[in-house]
């Protein structure tokens, strides 16, 4: 009974404390076998709970410690291994054996550097691309809650804007600054309206095409356009695309318009087609036509002297 109570009253105590890279690792019983004969040197008294206050100076409230566990995606099957081979051996020779707490402080802050010095070693997170999506790449080891933090950005990215003119073509791209992994699902939507609330929005194609394309804008095309990215049935990123498409007959008048505007800017701000040599616009006939103009005027000449002639 009494076992029970002092194994109960050291659970309370650890779990009690902030989560660390100790605890996501090394289970609760090996913990209590590792602190069974920790001995306070001043009393000369076993207690377990000394040694679980130890354990939280060491591990969870050492700043260095926490800073090197925060490893890339992937990395904490590793993490787990450093810390298991540096404290499973000091459990196995501590357990059902008395040893002060002295002896525990050299071995486990020996074993807290250790683990530093390889974990610091281990990749680190790329990164994380703004504004939006989950970025698994990103994402970063905490050994306070066991888990990877991600890098915080809304799924959602902000709608942007594109406007074509009728009869002309259009494409909307599903691209993200990040690495995606190779099993993803693109799902293409389409709403009505200039909207971001996903009920509005009606599935238009399903597949891996990153690209959307309309060959031949129509007004009914105006719209709210989505593309959201699935990896393993898990949303990653959604991007929006509001698009307008204009009449045929006002993107013409639009052009009149500005050519209107820029005839009444003040003189020297409207942009004049260079001018042209006086020779360049002169063009040389073709030589059959050359020749019967020589030709011609040849005839002409002769005429005027026989009249000269007959008249003197």
């Not at 599903?174 to 939507?189: A, E, K, M």
């Not at 820029?262 to 059959?288: D, E, N, T, V, Y």
């Amino acid at each position: 009974m009494a076992g029970f109570v002092v194994r109960l009253i050291s659970l309370m105590s650890f779990f009690g404390v902030v989560l660390s890279c100790y605890q996501c690792f090394i289970d609760t019983d090996e913990s209590i076998n590792l602190c069974w004969g920790h001995t306070v040197s001043e009393y000369n008294i076993r207690n377990i709970d000394s040694c679980f206050k130890t354990l939280d100076r060491i591990f969870n409230n050492n700043p260095r410690v926490i800073e090197a566990a925060k490893v890339g995606r992937g990395h904490d099957s590793v993490l787990k291994e450093i810390l298991r081979a540096e404290i499973m051996p000091i459990v196995e020779e501590f357990h059902q054996h008395m040893h002060n707490d002295t002896v525990y402080e050299v071995r486990l802050q020996a074993a807290a550097e250790t683990f530093i010095v390889m974990a610091s070693g281990l990749p680190r997170a790329s990164g994380c691309f703004p504004p939006c999506g989950f970025q698994s790449l990103g994402t970063v080891y905490n050994c306070m809650t066991c888990q990877y933090d991600s890098c915080e950005f809304p799924l959602d990215c902000p709608l942007q804007e594109i406007t074509v003119a009728e009869n002309n073509r259009t494409q909307m791209w599903c691209h993200v600054p990040f690495v995606l992994p190779s099993d993803i699902q693109i799902v293409w939507r389409y709403a009505e309206a200039e909207t971001m609330l996903m009920d509005q929005f009606k599935e238009v194609t399903v597949g891996m095409d990153k690209l959307f394309s309309i060959p031949s804008a129509r007004l009914e095309h105006t719209g709210t356009y989505q593309c959201e990215i699935f990896s393993q049935e898990r949303s990653l990123v959604r991007i929006y695309y509001h698009l307008t498409v204009y009449p045929s007959e006002v993107v013409g008048q639009a052009k009149l318009q500005d050519l209107f505007n820029k005839a009444l800017l003040p003189a020297g701000q409207f942009h004049l087609l260079p001018s042209m040599p006086l020779f360049s616009l002169l063009r040389l006939p073709i030589p059959a036509l050359l020749t019967i103009c020589l030709t011609s005027l040849l005839t002409l000449l002769f005429l005027a002297l026989w009249v000269l002639y007959w008249w003197c």
